[in-house]
């Protein structure tokens, strides 16, 4: 049985033709992309339907997941997690044009440390080349709301000190601030700020799309 966002339609399917929307009106010549596909890989079948001939790399942590992506799916995917991937990349290959990190976990410092990893390796984010970042979180923090909200009030940086609140709004802007914070002098552009669910009953999340260049 497929989960609310194993399905092709509907609002998660409408935040990966977003990326792709996006991507066209700035104009990036799409040549390599970074995904975290999930057992489906349904944002390697968009991806391949809006691009031409893209290489995608995904990256499945999760063994059985991983399993099922070699039996079923043709394209590079590692079964690794975001920093191993990240500290792995030692020679400037392609530079990652796309960058979708489709978590189903809230906003973290463990999910900022993986931005920050990808972000600063100048071997997957090239200097002076535009990327395209898109990543959805959990809305819910699942009782780590207060340390995590104290932790968002102190890297938000939008013209005014003030407690952070569990909004699309803030975290946007600690995303954003965090991104600054690792790399001060890197260009960034808001382009997408939506909460939605993926079917009526399932847990609201927020998708977030950046355009990065360094």
């Known amino acids: 049985m497929n989960k609310s966002f194993e399905i092709k339609t509907g609002e998660k399917q409408k935040c990966r033709d977003l990326i792709c929307e996006h991507a066209k009106l700035k104009n990036l010549n799409v040549k390599t992309i970074l995904t975290l596909p999930g057992r489906k890989a349904l944002c390697v079948e968009t991806f391949r339907k809006q691009f031409k001939k893209p290489t995608i790399i ?19 995917c590692f079964n690794a997690d975001i920093r191993q991937w990240s500290h792995a990349q030692t020679l400037k290959t392609n530079h990652l044009d796309i960058v979708f990190l489709d978590y189903f ?13 990808l972000l600063t390796n100048d071997n997957i984010l090239h200097p002076n080349k535009p990327t395209l970042l898109a990543i959805t979180l959990a809305k819910s923090m699942r009782g780590y709301t207060d340390d995590m909200l104290k932790f968002m009030s102190s890297i938000l940086v939008d013209g005014n000190r003030r407690s952070a609140e569990n909004t699309l709004e803030d975290v ?14 890197i260009g960034i552009e808001t382009l997408v700020e939506k909460e939605y669910k993926a ?13 990065l260049e360094k």
């Open 58 to 76: 995904g990256l499945e942590r999760d063994s059985k997941d991983f399993a099922i992506i070699q039996e079923t799916q043709q394209f590079q």
């Open 105 to 117: 976990s809230f906003l973290s410092t463990s999910v900022l440390g993986d931005i920050t990893d």
């Open 172 to 185: 946007a802007t600690a995303v954003a601030s965090h991104i600054l914070d690792s790399i001060p002098t």
């Open 199 to 211: 079917a009526d009953k399932s847990a609201s999340m927020y998708f977030l799309a950046y355009l």
